[in-house]
């Protein structure tokens, strides 16, 4: 029986674990391996995972950096510095929702009452806020009332 982490053949196990740190697909053991051993006639034992590659370059070229705010693994990419979570849960508030906000804006109801009632959080409350409030013209047009009569 072939030992962890080795190709075996029907002759004798080859180790891999100096070749690789992580698992090799298929197609790359046939095609490193295509003259020494014959096709269909070997198994790859992974025994660590796969770095994910960067969302921005593609680059394979990541390491682990530490852990975000609800303790999942952030990792970092070598080649362009970007900083990423492998499978990030981002919810889209949608439309609906948005125009739910605008409305309980006009009430005056006080922000955190409206994160509850649209069940978004307050930080990003706070921000659409921001945002809508840049977009709201600074100068105030005034006209002059007519006096008399």
């Known amino acids: 029986m072939a030992q962890a982490g080795a190709l075996s053949t029907q ?3 080859i180790d891999l674990r100096r ?4 698992c090799m697909p298929a197609t790359s053991v046939q095609s490193s391996l295509q003259a020494s051993l014959p096709l269909g006639h ?4 992974c025994f660590s995972p796969a770095m994910p590659a960067c969302p921005l370059c ?5 390491v682990k950096n530490g852990h975000i705010h609800n303790g999942k693994q952030r990792f970092k990419c070598q ?3 970007r900083q990423f979570v492998e499978q990030p849960t981002k919810k889209a508030i949608d439309q609906a929702t948005r125009e739910l906000i605008d409305r309980l804006l006009l009430e005056h109801i006080s922000l955190a009452g409206i994160a509850r009632a ?3 959080s307050e930080q990003w409350l706070q921000t659409y806020v921001n945002e809508k ?3 709201v013209p600074r100068q105030v047009q005034v006209t002059p009332k007519k006096r008399g009569g």
């Open 11 to 13: 002759n004798q196990p």
């Open 58 to 62: 593609a680059s394979s070229q990541t």
């Open 42 to 45: 070997y198994r790859v034992l």
């Open 133 to 135: 409030y840049a977009k």
């Open 118 to 120: 649209a069940q978004v």
């Open 79 to 81: 080649d362009c510095g």
């Open 19 to 22: 070749k690789t740190a992580s």
